[in-house]
């Protein structure tokens, strides 16, 4: 539903609408861009509106980073439910254009500075995310572990280095064979 700035926003669902607005945001503008009052003019509500379902900036914060882990998990899931002949080269391109596509997302999911340790939530999440590579990378056994966190040191690296800038991508190269090249090369 869109609104105008002379309409009320009536919506069943503040909170989800806050949250997409806020992605929009989060996107367009980075993680400065964010703040409540402005996404409750973005969303056509009173200031205080969104006090209802995030007390602070901090938790809008938490909420989409939330958001975004759960996405993750499910890009994920839908990856490994496909049964590709290499499921963790198929998850690691997946985890790579994942942090191309949803750039200002990825990073704050990944901001030192929500301290996932102080936010169950959030750690729920990433935990969640980290479980679908640990389930193919040979499960809850040490080795399992190890693998998976090699597999996501890997893709992680190679996602912060494009975002970054750090990998020079050339006229005409096409970056999802590069990113699948760089995958599967062992």
Request: glycine share 8%; aromatic share 6%.
């Amino acid at each position: 539903m869109s609104t105008s700035a002379n309409a009320p926003y009536h919506h069943g669902d503040l909170r989800r609408a806050l949250l997409d607005a806020a992605l929009i945001i989060l996107e367009r503008d980075g993680e400065a861009g964010l703040g409540l009052r402005d996404l409750a003019r973005a969303v056509g509500v009173s200031p205080a509106a969104p006090y209802r379902h995030f007390d602070s900036r901090a938790a809008l914060l938490e909420a989409l980073a939330v958001t975004g882990y759960q996405r993750f998990t499910t890009a994920m899931n839908e990856v490994a439910a496909s049964s590709p002949p290499d499921i963790l080269s198929a998850m690691g391109k997946t985890y790579v254009l994942f942090a191309l596509n949803n750039t200002a997302l990825f990073r704050l999911m990944f901001s030192p500075q929500l301290k996932r340790d102080n936010r169950p939530g959030l750690r729920m999440a990433a935990n969640a995310a980290f479980d679908t590579l640990r389930q193919v990378s040979g499960g809850d056994n040490p080795g399992g572990r190890i693998a998976a966190l090699a597999a996501w040191a890997r893709v992680h690296g190679l996602a912060v280095l494009l975002l970054d800038g750090q990998i020079a991508i050339q006229a005409g190269e096409d970056i999802e064979a590069l990113i699948t090249e760089i995958i599967e090369k062992r």
